[in-house]
């Protein structure tokens, strides 16, 4: 698999979405992935808030779609979140590289996606490409941020291998690559974290990947968190409990 990191322009007010992508993508070629990060297509699409008009608490309050109350934090800036079928910090807000705004996540990511994925499917004349958006997101026990899919277009987000053998011929019983966020990994360590401007990323020689052109959405990855292994993390989005 080969990763490229593209270089942009500084962005920091709305323009038009595909006309910002096509600026700086080199020519595609058949089985493509190209990821961006949520935070260009939220500034080209305008969803940002002045840090002078509200609270980021208050945003925090309107933007989640549930918070997870922790009586022990001690640092009320970095709240817990469920947003987009995703536990995130504050609800996906960020204030960094916002140049005075707090910049939300898009509206509709997945809508967002297939945009950028018929257009460059139409221009490039591609039948097998692929759109990723990503953010970063912290996990459970562990320091640092990793990627992860917000929304997808261009090919399945999983890979099954239930049913097929081990090395040793006993069959897998519910193994699955989750190859969006693997992806949204490797996309999001290329293009850094700070200063480096390189919000989009090329991706070639895909494994494991099956192209398509259905329309996706993010509950092909969701696992409802009843039935969750990490339920009793989470108990508090099961609806009765915490």
């Known amino acids: 698999m080969y990763i490229r990191a593209i270089k942009t322009e500084r962005l920091d007010q709305p323009q038009d979405l595909c006309a910002f992508v096509d600026k700086f993508l080199p020519p595609l070629e058949q089985r ?14 305008g969803r940002m808030v002045p840090k002078t008009s509200v609270s980021k608490e208050e945003l925090v309050k309107q933007e989640a779609d549930v ?3 922790n009586p022990e934090a001690t640092d009320d800036r970095i709240i817990l979140t469920y947003k987009n079928h995703l536990l995130i910090p504050s ?3 960020d204030e960094s590289n916002g140049n005075g705004q707090y910049i939300l996540y898009p509206k509709d990511p997945f809508q967002s996606v297939r945009k950028i994925w018929e257009y460059l499917r139409q221009k490039y004349g591609l039948k097998e490409v692929g759109v990723l958006m990503t953010d970063s997101r912290t996990t459970p026990l562990r320091w640092g941020v990793t990627g992860v899919a917000l929304a997808w277009q ?8 239930i049913g097929k053998p081990d090395l040793f011929g006993q069959p897998l019983r519910v ?6 966020d693997a992806l949204a990994v ?5 293009m850094g974290e700070s200063s480096e401007c390189t919000p989009l990323v090329r991706i070639t020689d895909v494994p494991h990947v099956v192209f398509d052109d259905k329309n996706h959405n993010a509950e092909e990855l969701c696992i409802d968190p ?15 409990e915490g």
């Open 91 to 93: 609800a996906g807000i």
């Open 154 to 161: 261009g090919f399945a987000p999983t890979a099954s291998y």
């Open 226 to 240: 009843k039935e969750d292994l990490y339920r009793p993390l989470v108990k508090s989005l099961v609806s009765g």
């Open 175 to 180: 193994t699955k690559i989750n190859v969006a």
């Open 186 to 190: 490797s996309a999001v360590f290329a």
């Open 32 to 45: 493509t992935i190209v990821a961006i990060t949520s935070k260009v297509v939220s500034i080209c699409e």
């Open 67 to 69: 918070i997870i109350p």
